[in-house]
C-alpha cells in the first residue's frame, strides 16, 4: 500500500537582494541526531530553490518528540559573495553563527511566520559560537549564573565548569549541540551556539524546530509557512570619472530618475599612477541589489529648479557585489562601493 503524506510545513528563505527575493544558493542538511528522528517518524524534508517541504507520514507522531531534542537543521550558503551583498550586523564568518528556532513564533492563521523580531535578521540574531568555553560579559563574581537550553530546560551544574580564578569563564560539556542560553539572575545576558567538536564545518546558520510547537500550529492552520528574511547591504557609492573627456566639463552632477541630485559635488583625486579622476559620493547610502530599477545620469548645467541640463552618460554602470571597499579611519567604518567610469 502507498503510503500518503501530509504537507507540515513550508519554509522560506527570503532575500532582498535578489529580484524575486528568493535565497536560492542555500542549501540544508540535517544535524546526525536529527537524521535519525525523521527516520523513525516517517518525516521527508524536499528542498527546492529558496526553501524546503516538510512532510510528514504520521503528524501525530510530532507530539512524541521531547522539546530538548528538536529537529537541527544546518543552513549552508553556496555563493561565496553572500557576505558582501548581505547586511549580517556583527557575524563573523569565524566565531559567530545565525540561530533561528520556532518557538517565539506566533499563531496568526494564514500568514507566514518570520523566526526572527526584527523585519530582517539582526545582531540579535547572530550569537557566539561555542566548542566549550563561555565568557560572560561584565562578570560579577557577586552575582549567580545558571544557563539553560533554548526551550528554557535548565543545564545541569554537572556539565558546567567555572575556571579557577573568577575569570567569567565556564566551560560546557557533556551535552549534545544546542543554544545555550545564560542568566544572571531572571535577566538573560549571553547566547551561544555550543557545539563539541572544535573541528567542524560551520554553517551559516542553526535552525532548530521544536516538533511540539510545529503540530500545535498545524493543527490550528493547516500548512505552516516560516521564513528568514535577509536584507541586502548598502553602501556608499564613489563614482571615479577617470577619463579625460570628463575634465572639460566645469558643472558636472549625478541624478537620479526622479532628477534629484543624489551625489556630492565631484572631487578631484588622484587615483593609480597619477591619474586625475572626478570622483562623485552619494550623499546617502544605496541598497547593493541583483537587479535594479534605479538610474544614475551624469548630467552637465543641472539646475535644481527646472530639473534641467544636458546629459552626458545616460545610464551609469550600477554597484557589484565582487568588490567592497572598508574605511576603518573613521569613527564610524563605512563600507564603499567603487565604480570606475
Partial sequence: MKQTYSHILTFWFKHRYFSDELFKSVDISLAESSQKTINDLGIIIKPFPGGF??????????????????LQLYIYCQDPLYINYTELPSYSLRDTI?????????????ESFTLHQSKFLSKDDVIQLSSGQINIPDYNPQNKYHFT???????????????????GSFFISGIEQS???????????LKAYYHPKALWKKPLAVLELFAGK?????????KVDYRICFDNRK?????????????K?????????????????????LVHQNTSAL??????????????????????????????????LKSLAKASSEQLFSDQSKPVENVYSHIYI
Fill in 235 to 247: 553602501t556608499t557609492w564613489k563614482y571615479f570619472m577617470v577619463s579625460p573627456v570628463y575634465q
Fill in 149 to 167: 537550553d533554548a526551550s528554557g530546560k535548565e543545564i545541569s551544574s554537572v556539565y558546567v565548569v567555572q575556571t579557577p580564578g573568577n575569570t
Fill in 53 to 70: 517541504n516538510l512532510l510528514a507520514a504520521n503528524p501525530e507522531l510530532l507530539n512524541s518528540l521531547d522539546d530538548s531534542s528538536p
Fill in 179 to 189: 543554544l545555550v542560553r545564560a542568566f544572571s539572575a531572571n535577566d538573560e545576558i
Fill in 98 to 110: 545565525l540561530y533561528f528556532n520556532n518557538l517565539s513564533a506566533g499563531s496568526n492563521p494564514n
Fill in 279 to 312: 570622483v562623485f559620493e552619494s550623499k546617502i547610502k544605496i541598497p547593493l541589489a541583483e537587479f535594479s530599477d534605479e538610474n544614475f545620469q551624469l548630467v552637465d548645467n543641472f539646475d535644481p529648479t527646472n530639473r534641467s541640463g544636458k546629459i552626458i
Fill in 214 to 222: 510545529l503540530s500545535e500550529q498545524n493543527k490550528t492552520n493547516g
Fill in 249 to 269: 566639463f566645469n558643472n558636472l552632477s549625478i541624478i537620479n530618475k526622479a532628477k534629484e541630485q543624489v551625489f556630492l559635488p565631484p572631487q578631484k583625486q
